[in-house]
């Protein structure tokens, strides 16, 4: 069996004095192929991801020395996940409006891994007692989501400014699709709402489609959508929102909800 502790936000590291990573170091292409294979540690299971590398806060070391303890209170688990989180600029935002809350972000590209990982260090050593509740994964969310969630295990799922990939044959590289779908309602809850966001209006188009169509998802009603906190920050906290405000560009998003069938 394989435990993950690559890439997590936990533990030490080179900012753990407080002083945050420049970005120009850990430059990456906007995006990677998902389709490819590379190579990083994978959780069998949900059982087998190693959360105490990630909150360290939440999963303390075992110090009992073999000695019986008192019952614990059920152990947290992740409840957001921001797919694709970049440089982690949702995750920041998220921390202090969900304090108690455990969110990861999977990211592919390794450098941009390391980077939020050590932006998060860096957080949480200036800011004690802030941002325990974020981590990142390098992983590849398309193949491996199961490996992470459990069944209904999550409640919020995030799809900010994925790669469009463009030409036609590479829409099956696209992480909003019906097949994919499937795998997303499998680990969120009944009630539980994915938000996409793009400033290409096909896209934006494509993935509200395909929501439209799966049999799990309904539109979240706009009232709704224009008092939820989260929805702001989709549009101003990560470097790509942020881009397309300093172009004066539109963006489309598509929030749904997590519905039931009659027979579950």
Known sequence: MTRTNGASGGGGGQQASGKLP??????????????????????????????????????PADKSGGEEEEPRSPLPRIRFADVGCGFGGLLVGLSPLFPD???????????VTEYVKERILALRASNPGQYD????????????IPNYFRKAQLTKMFFLFPDP???????RRRVISMQLLDEYAYVMEVGGIIYTITDVE???DWMRSCLEKHP??????????????????????????????????????????????PEE
């Open 165 to 171: 990939h463009f030409k036609e044959k590479n829409h």
């Open 22 to 59: 420049r970005k120009r170091f850990y430059r990456a292409r906007a995006h990677s192929n998902p389709l490819s294979d590379s190579h990083f540690p994978v959780p069998v299971s949900p059982d087998e991801f190693d959360l105490s590398q990630h909150y360290p806060r939440y999963f």
């Open 133 to 144: 509740n974020i981590s990142v994964v390098r992983t590849n969310s398309m193949k491996y």
């Open 101 to 111: 809350t455990l969110m990861i972000g999977m990211e592919l590209r390794d450098k």
């Open 202 to 204: 096909e896209l934006g």
């Open 216 to 261: 799990l998802f309904e539109a979240v009603p706009d009232e709704v959508v224009k008092a939820d906190p989260v929805v702001k920050l989709l549009s101003t906290a990560t470097e790509e929102s942020q881009k397309v405000a300093r172009n004066g560009g539109q963006t489309f998003h598509a929030i749904f909800r997590r519905i039931s069938l």
